[in-house]
């Protein structure tokens, strides 16, 4: 049975659920392809549109720091260099290939000297002789093997370029991330040393009450405890300060420079209410269009090792002369000339092109598996950033009220504290019911931000700033 060719693999990408089984040339069966993963036609969530956002997504937050400090890491970031290395190399190896499918030519040249002796004369005569070459030869793509091997290099040179597309928008969102965690990091810090100031305030009025006899011994550890409480905590988000400004600065190359300031402000965000569907994600998600040109690349390569179990056919040619005199080398007469045309067929080598054969279905058969787990991964990144949203926006609101309760009960729980209603475990109680709600709401409003960023990244917004893969001459 004759083998069909793996290149139907590709048919995957244009939406066909399944591929028909695959056997080798001895009719035994090598490969069942599954089957690709079916696109919804819309998102678990409701609410949503079927329209993608467009523009640049970093604006959409309204911070023009933010949108500085990821054009500064794009530009400066070393693995976008490497990349961009990684791509010149793909087109280059491209090149390569293209220029091994055509004829080869090879000239030489031969300079010697010619020594006769003359009995007769009793001398030797020598003469100086010339020699040109120029030989030829080409393979011909009877069976398609080498156009194979021209576009599974072009498919090589998309995937890289989609992979720096992809690490650019992937670098966009960790460089928001990061900045968004400082500006978290800091409003904790700033919330952590107004607590200290309060329950330094409220130590100095203990003590106050307890030199009056308004108060206990056991009052005034409790409030140099609670102070000592929030002292260790200022400690605490200092350290989570500087972590986040060192990861920040490592994206932007130019740690250890500590010269970022924040402003401690996180933008208020609304609902998402456009996200596309799953079938155009595909189409706009970098990785998923490097992952498609590696399995295009994979199934070439195979189609490639399917044919090379057939005819070989070889042209050479071949010119050449060797005289004594420089001007006979290029008279028409005196050149030799031979062509050669030589067709070759693989009878036995151990198995070896078999092998390889079966190593590229194998191969090629991991690429349509990686495609369809990068699918599925990039379909659930979306909903799981959907469902978060608004999940963190009610998170966000119910943190907001229960801050509000909180101030006025430590409003209340101070006022009646002053006036010897309430004990100091009253006060204590509410200051840190306080202080967790407002921790908590920064927090939940951070996470939202991130999220909305990770909902950008999932559904492959555009990038504007930064260094792209240069204009293919393939």
Request: proline share 4%; charged share 20%.
């Amino acid at each position: 049975m004759k083998f069909e060719g793996l290149i139907i693999a590709v048919a995957a990408l244009t939406g066909c659920s399944s591929l028909p089984d695959m056997q080798s040339l001895a009719g035994e069966p090598v490969a069942v392809f599954p089957a690709a993963p079916d696109a919804p036609k819309t998102w678990a969530k409701s609410g949503v549109s079927g329209e993608l956002p467009t523009g640049d997504w970093i604006s959409q937050f309204g911070d023009p720091v933010m949108a500085t400090l990821v054009a500064e890491a794009l530009a400066a970031n070393p693995d976008l260099q490497s990349q961009l290395a990684i791509v010149r190399a793909s087109r280059a190896q491209a090149r390569s290939v293209y220029g091994r499918s055509l004829p080869n030519v090879s000239v030489s040249g031969s300079v010697g000297v010619n020594s006769t002796y003359s009995a007769a004369l009793d001398e030797r005569f020598t003469d100086p002789t010339y020699g040109i070459g120029v030989d030829a030869g080409w393979t011909a793509d009877l069976w398609g093997r080498v156009q194979a091997a021209i576009d599974a290099a072009e498919a090589d040179l998309v995937a890289s370029e989609a992979d720096l597309a992809a690490l650019r928008l992937a670098l966009a969102a960790q460089t928001a991330i990061a900045w968004t965690d400082l500006n978290e990091a800091l409003a904790q810090e700033r919330l952590a040393i107004a607590t200290f100031e309060a329950r330094d305030r409220i130590v100095t009025l203990t003590e106050r009450r307890f030199s009056r006899g308004l108060s206990t011994a056991l009052d005034v550890r409790l409030a140099r405890s609670a102070r000592a409480t929030a002292e260790a905590a200022i400690a605490a988000r200092q350290q989570a300060l500087g972590n986040a400004t060192r990861r920040l600065e490592i994206l932007l190359g130019r740690y250890p420079a500590n010269e970022i300031e924040a402003p401690a402000a996180l933008p208020e965000l609304a609902p998402i209410e456009a996200a596309g569907t799953p079938m155009l994600l595909l189409a706009r998600r970098p990785d998923i269009a490097a992952s498609e040109a590696r399995l295009t690349a994979a199934g070439l390569r195979a189609e490639q090792a399917r044919l090379a179990l057939l005819p070989t056919l070889n042209l050479s040619a071949s010119l050449g002369t060797n005289q004594t005199d420089l001007a006979d080398l290029f008279d028409p007469v005196r050149i030799a000339a031979n062509a050669i045309a030589s067709l070759s067929q693989p009878v036995f080598n151990g198995g070896a092109l078999r092998a390889d054969r079966d190593a590229a279905i194998a191969f090629a058969e991991s690429a349509l598996a990686n495609y369809a787990g990068d699918v599925l991964t990039a379909w659930r990144e979306v909903e799981d950033a959907l469902a978060a949203d608004e999940f963190l926006a009610m998170q966000v609101d119910a943190q907001r009220r229960a801050l509000e309760e909180a101030v006025e009960a430590e409003n209340l729980a101070t006022r009646q504290y002053s006036n010897g209603l309430v004990s100091i475990f009253n006060l204590i109680d509410a200051q840190t019911r306080k202080l967790n709600a407002e921790s908590n709401l920064i927090a939940a409003r951070s996470a939202r931000v991130s999220n909305r960023i990770s909902f950008h990244l999932a559904i492959g917004g555009a990038v504007t700033e930064g260094p792209a893969a240069p204009d293919s001459d393939i």
